[in-house]
């Protein structure tokens, strides 16, 4: 079955960049139509999609954040990792990733990591 | 302010049927498939209908998706207290800069 994990560290300072990882199982990332994205969820907030790679190296990113992302694969490793730069005390949230799949017709998202909480803070 | 709208929250009683719409645009909803998502409390989401209408197996066909036009809605019947949770609802989102998946805002569902 398929399954994803996030990693990376818990409390960040301002001005830093938050490097997360997604290690994955049950599918491969070299598989067409497959992308592995990020996802977070501000405490007592809605979601927000910041990032998405697909199979094919293409990318994807959130206009408003775009600046400050880097998304990466590492097929031979089932990883995924996602840079954030510039931290601020509002990018503390809960951040997912998650696979996408056009087998579901559009392109959406049918399974979640649990999530990670990042805390920025000094 | 997200991108697709939802009333923030919803309540219905024991084994009543319940909707929450979904509101978006004719680059979003208005051209592409609609999710939703049922996140319970502490959890990660988990999906609940795609392309518009679809259940994934194992999700119980209490759970309804429809769309037109620009707007999307979930219809939850014979709620039970275990449907008490955050529901989400997504699309792409064909924008000038680029393809975006957007979410709404999140509706809290209670069941009283």
């Known amino acids: 079955q398929i399954t994803l994990k996030e990693s990376g560290p818990t409390l960040v300072k301002p001005t830093q960049t938050l490097t997360l990882t997604c290690t994955f199982s049950g599918f491969s990332l070299s598989t067409s139509g497959v992308g592995v994205g990020w996802i977070r969820q501000p405490p007592g907030k809605a979601l927000e999609w910041l990032a998405l790679i697909y199979w094919n190296d293409d990318k994807r990113y959130s206009p408003s954040l775009k600046s400050r992302l880097t998304i990466t694969k590492d097929t031979s490793k089932n990883q995924v990792v996602l840079t954030m730069t510039n931290m601020d005390p509002v990018d503390t949230a809960t951040y997912y990733c998650?696979?996408?799949?056009?087998?579901?017709?559009?392109?959406?998202?049918?399974?979640w990591g649990q999530g990670t909480l990042v805390t920025v803070s000094s | 302010q997200s991108v697709l709208t939802q009333p923030p929250s919803a309540s219905g009683t024991p084994g009543q049927r319940v909707t929450i719409s979904c509101s978006g645009s004719?680059?979003?909803?208005?051209?592409?498939?609609v999710y939703w998502y049922q996140q319970l409390p502490g959890t990660a989401p988990k999906l609940l209908i795609y392309r518009n209408n679809q259940r994934p197996s194992g999700v119980p066909d209490r759970f309804s998706g429809s769309k037109s036009g620009t707007s999307a809605s979930l219809a939850i019947s014979g709620l039970r207290s275990e449907d008490e949770a955050d529901y989400y609802c997504?699309?792409?989102?064909?924008?000038?800069?680029?393809?975006?998946?957007?979410f709404g805002g999140g509706t809290k569902l209670t069941v009283l």
């Open positions: 997504a699309a792409w989102d064909d924008s000038l800069s680029g393809p975006c998946w957007v």
């Open positions: 998650a696979h996408f799949t056009q087998q579901l017709g559009g392109g959406g998202v049918d399974y």
């Open positions: 004719s680059s979003n909803i208005g051209s592409n498939y």
